[in-house]
């Protein structure tokens, strides 16, 4: 008896939430102006069809579309501190520091014995009236686990374009010690 009803039930809604087009809607033809201009626009690009233009962030903008991100740029560079890589570090900087001691995130720069390394960011921050902006900070929190413990840090890197607008290179950093 209730599967009855319940089948009924899935009939009569089944019924109701479909909606066919009335035979009039389907005998008028669309109107000439509309079939022209999307025969043009097929003419003019025949993959506009199934290829749709990125999305593109106004903040972003200084470089270019398919350029590397300020997050990529930082992730790579945390990538290569923890490498060691002196030459990858010194290229993600527009002027690199000539002593690491004096580096604006020398406290990261100089741990000892870094085994791990973790940088979290929130969403860049324009840090000029330029449109699009072309000095961006970006939030950071870091954790650095080393033979003598973990360290924590938090503060921004601003970043700003590359000369070839492929992408950003780190400007300034400011990096404090977080106790836990």
């Known amino acids: 008896m209730r599967s009855a009803m319940l089948l009924m039930m899935t009939v009569t809604l089944l019924g109701c939430s479909r909606q066919t087009p009335s035979d009039d809607a389907a005998a008028v033809p669309p109107p000439a102006e509309a079939q022209a201009a999307d025969a043009g626009r097929r003419a003019a690009s025949p993959d ?10 106004p903040l972003y903008g200084a470089v270019a579309a398919d350029g590397e991100t300020p997050s990529r740029l930082l992730n790579r560079y945390v990538l290569d501190l923890l490498n060691r890589n002196k030459a ?45 902006p072309r000095l961006l900070e970006v939030p950071v929190r870091i954790r650095a686990s080393t033979g003598e413990g973990v360290f924590r840090y938090h503060g921004w890197y601003r970043v700003q374009p590359r000369a070839d607008g492929q992408g950003w290179q780190i400007q300034s950093a400011q990096l404090q010690p977080t106790l836990d």
């Open 48 to 57: 506009a069809a199934t290829v749709a233009s990125p999305a593109i962030d």
């Open 88 to 132: 990858g570090i010194d290229a993600a900087w527009a002027i690199a520091p000539p002593d690491a001691r004096r580096a604006d995130d020398a406290a990261l720069r100089l741990l000892p014995d870094v085994r791990n390394l973790r940088l979290d960011s929130d969403p860049a921050v324009p840090r000029d009236q330029q449109q699009p």
